[in-house]
């Protein structure tokens, strides 16, 4: 790799991690992005942790930082929101595509598998099934959390 990659740029390569085929990538809403990206920091780029400055809030995990850095990649063009009653989802743009393809092939192959894997688990296990698995992994960040015993009792 040639040159570091920026606490934003992680964000963009988060969500295209998430390609399938010929759709755009996509996260279904701020709190599955947050605990997606949390698990990301926490278990595979453990130096990010510093960056993001994960706290215990009120749905557990949060990072202000990580929130202001998708406001700005909406802003620049590169994330959409789409928005519903219940939630606003985010998508990765053309422009976004573009942006993040050279800089998500110079990641080494190890990282690039493990967060492919993470996005495609996280799909998998669904808004409730992240939220237990975070919960249960990393009660620390759950201590001032107003849903925590709706999670942990399996809602």
């Known amino acids: 790799m040639n040159k570091e990659i920026t606490p934003w740029e992680w964000v963009l390569v988060f969500l295209y991690a998430g390609k399938k085929d010929n759709e755009n990538p996509v996260i279904n809403g701020v709190l599955m992005f947050t605990k997606q990206f949390f698990v990301f920091v926490k278990e595979i780029k453990k130096e990010l942790d510093a960056e993001f400055k994960f706290i215990p809030y009120d749905y557990g995990p949060y990072s202000?930082?990580?929130?202001?850095i998708l406001q700005s990649l909406v802003k620049l063009g590169y994330i959409a929101i789409i928005r519903d009653e219940e939630r606003q989802d985010f998508i990765m743009t053309e422009e976004g595509m573009k942006k993040v393809a050279e800089i998500y092939e110079s990641i080494d192959g190890e990282t690039k598998k493990k967060l492919e894997s993470l996005?495609?688990?996280a799909t998998q296990l669904g808004?409730?099934?992240v939220l237990r698995y975070?919960?249960?992994r990393y009660p620390e960040y759950t201590t001032a959390s107003k849903i925590r015993e709706r999670v942990l009792n399996g809602f």
Do not use: A, P, Q
């Open 134 to 136: 975070v919960y249960s």
């Open 119 to 121: 996005r495609r688990e």
């Open 64 to 68: 202000f930082i990580l929130i202001n």
């Open 127 to 129: 808004y409730s099934g």
